[in-house]
């Protein structure tokens, strides 16, 4: 059983620790800050990730990426404090048929560079979303689109190859890559210049941007919204790692953080300078393996290691029970479409995941493979708990590659490894899951998963309007999908932000919220 160990997050570790990168000749900016900001200045840092290769909502894949976009652009609609989908840059909107969604337009919303933003905007985002030369990341948010209408400068109708449930989700201001952007800015600096200096309709703009170090904001004085943002600045540094967001923000060098260290939870809970924000999140991690490699190119194989870990001994032993154990990718947040009824190929069975294994084409072999994770955080430690539980269970010979997280990434969409951990951060449907992760198209399908039945059902539940009918449909994708342990899941974890007592108005909401809510923050 593995000890908690107490991590001494305290002001005296704070100050040794800057002393030490100090002398070493590199200590962050954010680090040598005052225990107080300025007046009018939030200092939010993102914790766990040090690495923005770009800042344009078509292009971005990663979620610091997404931190970001969500405060300097807006999508149509949103989602409220209750997740309900409500209006953004749309006023209002309404389906005109069953294929199409009618938005009607603010008008006099201007963007950064002080044009105002029209119809022709939106045609331009979604356009230049499904254009296969861009090469968006999140085209597949948009795959269903037939046709973008404009009907008048602030009238604009997206039209549907059929019904599509999911469409209303899938153009809010999250992970979606559906924000608008401005045709002419992007049209006179090309896409990459854009990327670096994204120019958006938010409540806050770009000011500065200094790789893997920091990021800073300053307020849209013309945001449509009437007494947003409040704040002049919002400093976000990038911490690598997510205890020294903790660590930061104890000894108050930072004033919000987008995520915690799971073990260190309990004792900050018991902090009176912080608040610990947490709930279920909707996401799912698990380990993806290659099928078009050896040796995860056997069912048998994935089969018996998906059942050679104990997913109970992993949440206490990685999140410390910040989570619950998964047997699929749909979180138990999106009860309609989760199954409750545990999978047998995703539970703990070391005598059936022997027998799996006697049946793979390397059954009698040594198997060995590197599985690919990044940094020293929860998800190297997933990776090295499910290594030794199932090298101990079936005598393979698995072993941790730790790499920068930028190149695990690349490696992963190029096919040029065999297992790696990995996670999604999806939305209010289910299609973020099953459609993204696990059709043969699906974006984040990075290792090759193919299914016609599993296509058929996904394509099925799209089209679906019913949402319990909608919901089964899923399932059964997922229920065939895991028998043939497509990937591996491993747990659904808990979402955190720590908030000092002198932040008011931030809001977390259960996909792991954060630049959302800048527009909405007072310090006292």
């Known amino acids: 059983m593995m000890k908690r160990r107490d991590k001494g997050i305290d002001r005296r570790t704070v100050l040794g620790a800057g002393a030490a990168v100090a002398a070493a000749g590199a200590m962050p900016s954010w680090l040598a800050h005052p225990a107080h900001a300025a007046a009018g200045t939030l200092r939010a840092g993102i914790a766990g990730y040090n690495v923005i290769n770009t800042l344009d909502p078509g292009k971005h894949s990663l979620i610091p990426e997404a931190y970001l976009v969500w405060a300097l652009f807006n999508a149509l609609v949103k989602f409220n404090a209750k997740m309900e989908i409500v209006p953004d840059l749309a006023e209002s909107f309404a389906p005109a048929g069953s294929d199409t969604l009618e938005f009607k337009l603010r008008k006099g919303v201007k963007f950064h560079d ?56 899938l153009l809010t201001n999250t992970r979606t890559g559906t924000q608008i952007v401005p045709r002419k800015v992007v049209e006179a600096v090309g896409d990459e210049a854009f990327g670096r200096a994204p120019v958006g309709t938010g409540a806050y703009k770009l000011k500065d941007w200094k790789p893997n170090e920091s990021v800073t904001l300053v307020a849209h004085d013309s945001y449509f919204v009437p007494g947003q943002p409040t704040l002049a600045t919002v400093e976000v540094p990038l911490i690598a790692e997510e205890s020294s967001g903790a660590t930061a923000i104890k000894g108050g060098q930072i004033d919000l953080t987008s995520t915690a260290p799971f073990a260190d939870v309990p004792a900050l809970e018991q902090d009176k300078s912080l608040t610990v924000l947490k709930q279920p999140g909707m996401n799912c991690r698990f380990i993806a393996l290659n099928h078009r490699k050896p040796p995860f190119d056997d069912v048998h194989l994935r089969r018996a290691v998906s059942m050679a870990f104990d997913r109970n001994a992993m949440v206490k ?34 005598e059936r995941a022997k027998a799996e294994f006697a049946k793979s084409k390397y059954a009698g072999t040594k198997v060995s493979a590197p599985i690919l994770t990044w940094g020293s955080s929860w998800w190297k430690r997933t990776i090295e708990v499910w290594t030794m539980q199932v090298n101990q269970t079936l005598g393979t010979n698995f072993t941790v590659e730790v790499n920068e997280a930028n190149t695990v990434y690349a490696r992963q969409r190029s096919g040029d ?87 008011q108005g931030f809001t977390q909401l259960p996909y792991s919220n954060f630049g959302d809510q800048f527009a909405f923050i007072k310090m006292a």
């Open 114 to 169: 002080g044009s105002e933003m029209t119809a022709d905007d939106v045609k331009f985002t979604i356009e230049r979303l499904l254009d296969e030369k861009f090469a968006s990341p999140n085209k597949g948010k948009v795959s269903q689109v037939k046709e973008v209408k404009i009907v008048d400068p602030y009238t604009v109708q997206i039209i549907t190859k059929q019904p599509f449930a999911p469409l209303l989700a």
């Open 317 to 350: 032993v990685v999140l410390f029970g910040e989570g619950v154990p998964s047997h699929g990718l749909i979180p138990p947040s999106l009860a309609y479409a989760y199954e409750s009824k545990p999978r047998e190929t995703a539970v703990y069975n070391p």
């Open 417 to 503: 490894y065999q297992g790696s951990v990995w996670g999604w951060l999806g939305l209010i449907d289910p299609d973020e899951y099953v459609g993204e992760v696990l059709h043969t198209k699906g974006w984040r399908n990075f290792y090759g998963y193919s299914n016609p039945k599993v296509d058929e059902l996904t394509e099925k539940a799209r089209a679906e309007l019913d949402l319990a009918a909608r919901g089964e449909l899923y399932k059964r994708a997922e229920d065939i999908a895991m028998e043939e342990a497509a990937v591996v899941p491993c747990f659904c974890s808990n979402i955190h932000n720590l908030i000092s007592n002198r932040v």
